[in-house]
């Protein structure tokens, strides 16, 4: 947890996450939501159960967006929605959740929102269609379902289930991601965020990865790389 539920906790200039607790077929994961301060207004990533005031009243000012990231990340984006000038969603989302009004689906690698914000959408895992964000200022990567990093503390049913999973001890991905992935385009999709310039990684699921979060990306998805011909890391993460 960040903390109390509802509370923000800071990670870096312009970089704020809320925890709550979150169950998943029985198992308590909790979740995380991120909070970005961009130049041209509040960007809220993944939105947890608490009150979209919390926000204005923490950082002075209500989002203008808020991001479904997932197909799986969506269960609370209804109230968000309303409160943000602009709501978007992962690809496949808005026929998913009709009763949300989104104003946009990330379906393209770009800037929509700000040179500060790099929207990097995966299409090689259908089964969530998960849209990557990185923060450039703070070098963050904010992931949702991408990578797990479940702690040696949490409750043991959790860590047995995950375990189950292929996703603990981590950091690493889990045998749903696996499943049904398109390989040849993971590939890509990896090489393409293991190039990118960041140190932290901060995910839904799990403790935030301070530092060294391109080197815990890449061993969590080692094993889809022929012996030898993973990507290689620069200097710098």
Not at 86 to 111: C, Q, S, T
Request: glycine fraction near 10%.
């Amino acid at each position: 947890m960040d903390g109390s539920k509802g509370s923000l906790r800071s990670l870096a200039p312009g970089v704020h996450v809320c925890a709550a607790p979150q169950r998943f077929l029985g198992i308590e994961l909790g979740a995380r939501m991120s909070v970005l301060e961009l130049e041209g207004g509040l960007f809220v990533c993944s939105p947890v159960p608490v009150e979209p005031a919390r926000v204005r009243e923490a950082l002075g000012e209500a989002p203008r967006w808020v991001l479904a990231p997932n197909l799986f990340h969506h269960l609370h984006v209804g109230p968000w929605a309303e409160a943000a000038a602009e709501a978007w969603a992962a690809p496949g989302l808005p026929e998913k959740r009709p009763d949300v009004a989104f104003d946009g689906v990330l379906e393209e690698v770009g800037e929509p929102f700000g040179e500060e914000l790099l929207v990097v959408p995966l299409r090689c895992i259908p089964l969530t269609n998960e849209v990557v964000l990185l923060h450039r200022p703070s070098r963050t990567l904010i992931t949702t379902d991408l990578l797990f990093h479940i702690p040696p503390d949490a409750p043991w049913p959790t860590r047995a289930a995950m375990r189950c999973a292929l996703a603990y001890p981590g950091p690493r991905a889990s045998i749903v991601e696996r499943l049904g992935m398109k390989r040849e385009r993971a590939r890509e999709e990896l090489a393409f965020l293991l190039a990118q310039d960041f140190d932290r990684v901060v995910l839904a699921h799990g403790e935030v990865i301070e530092s060294g979060g391109r080197k815990a990306l890449a061993g969590a998805y080692r094993w889809l790389w022929p012996r030898g011909s993973a990507p290689r890391l620069e200097a710098g993460g």
